[in-house]
């Protein structure tokens, strides 16, 4: 029985709406936030325990996981795409020696279960871009693309030879209106609604037609959640379930935003994230995801806009960004 977890990268775009889900289903006390930065990220009037963590660090790491008694862990502490492909090494160093700490740990105590994200960054130039298939050609061209691919393979073997419940699902790009993302290749999709109400224009990184699969923040969520309680028994993947919401461009971003704000303007200005944008697929199949743990999202691109200009609507009113 799942008793105590601990959320590691807990104050980043996901672990802040994360440890509420959490909390919400756990009680507050029984899981655990922690992140490198001191500050928790997470609303005041919801917090709970917070631990200063650097998931390098295996040491505090263990110390921290035996004086709660965690026995289950959802690791999220990551260095991203865009941040990743300036600091390689960095990248290397917290995607996988974080996790190689998180599992050793876990399998010195047995624990219940863990739970770390991939992305669609594990694919590369190779694989095929349309409905990308579950099982397919795994050769990304970027330092977190290798980490995650890494990542997925070792989620697997602890699984095969230490009979660890370890999961792990490829996110698409995640679309929120809490917490800004932390330095990747879809950050545009959350900055150009930001922008579009503070300042009617933005101006886009990646060309009007880079077609990336991307997912709201409360499907993100439920995929998380939904797959944390699933029946292990019913699993036939573990590590890298392919999760899908939709698809969308720059271009299509903006006409999107313009049935609410009709006067919005896009311009386009590639940087270096432009190249790994077209390293990744277009549109994900997902049906591993749906039939083993029935997989379903709720939100497209326009119900996700009409609710994203709202909550961030309400924000610039009251003066908070
Ligand atoms: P984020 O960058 O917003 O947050 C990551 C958190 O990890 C930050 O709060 C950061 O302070 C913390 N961190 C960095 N180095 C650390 C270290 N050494 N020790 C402890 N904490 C450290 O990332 P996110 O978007 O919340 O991503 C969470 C997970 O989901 C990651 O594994 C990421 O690869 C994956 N993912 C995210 C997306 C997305 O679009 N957000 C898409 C695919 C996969
Ligand atoms: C990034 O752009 O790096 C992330 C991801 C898709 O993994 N959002």
């Not at 279960?113 to 594990?122: D, E, G, K, N, Q």
């Not at 990308?132 to 693309?145: A, C, V």
């Not at 896009?266 to 199949?285: C, G, H, L, M, V």
Request: hydrophobic share 40%; net charge negative.
């Amino acid at each position: 029985m799942i008793e105590k977890i601990l959320v590691t990268g807990s104050s980043g775009q996901i672990g802040s709406e994360l440890v509420l889900a959490l909390r919400n289903i756990y009680g507050t006390d029984n899981v655990i936030a922690s992140d490198k930065c001191a500050h928790t990220g997470i609303k005041l009037a919801d917090s709970g325990p917070f631990e200063q963590l650097d998931v390098t660090d295996r040491k505090h790491m263990a110390e921290i996981v035996d004086k709660y008694n965690v026995n289950a862990i959802v690791h999220l502490a990551a260095i991203l795409s865009a941040v990743g492909e300036k600091k390689p090494m960095l990248a290397w160093d917290v995607n996988i020696n974080g996790m190689i700490n998180v599992f050793e740990i876990a399998r010195e105590r047995k624990m219940e279960r863990i739970l770390v994200p991939s992305s669609i960054a594990a694919f590369g130039p190779s694989t095929p871009i349309i409905n990308t298939p579950q099982e397919t050609i795994l050769r990304p061209t970027t330092m977190y693309g290798i980490t995650k691919v890494t990542g997925e393979l070792l989620g697997d073997y602890y699984v095969a030879k230490f009979g660890l419940d370890i999961r792990g699902l490829r996110y698409p790009g995640i679309i929120s209106n809490e917490t800004l993302p932390g330095g990747g290749t879809t950050d545009y999709a959350v900055a150009i609604y930001y922008d579009a109400i503070k300042y009617g224009k933005y101006e886009c990184f990646l060309k009007e037609d880079t077609m990336l699969p991307m997912m709201y923040m409360p499907d993100c969520l439920k995929a998380t959640l939904d797959l944390f309680q699933a029946d292990f028994n019913k699993l036939k993947h573990h590590s890298d379930f392919n999760v899908g919401a939709f698809s969308v461009n720059p271009k299509m971003m903006a006409e999107s935003i313009r049935k609410f704000i009709p006067s919005f303007e896009i311009t386009y200005k590639p940087d270096f994230r432009q190249e790994i944008a077209d390293s990744w697929p277009n549109s994900i199949d997902d049906t591993a995801a749906r039939e083993e743990w029935n997989w379903s999202p709720s939100y497209d691109l326009d119900t996700m806009t009409e609710d994203m200009l709202k909550v961030i609507g309400e924000k610039h009113k009251k003066g908070l960004i």
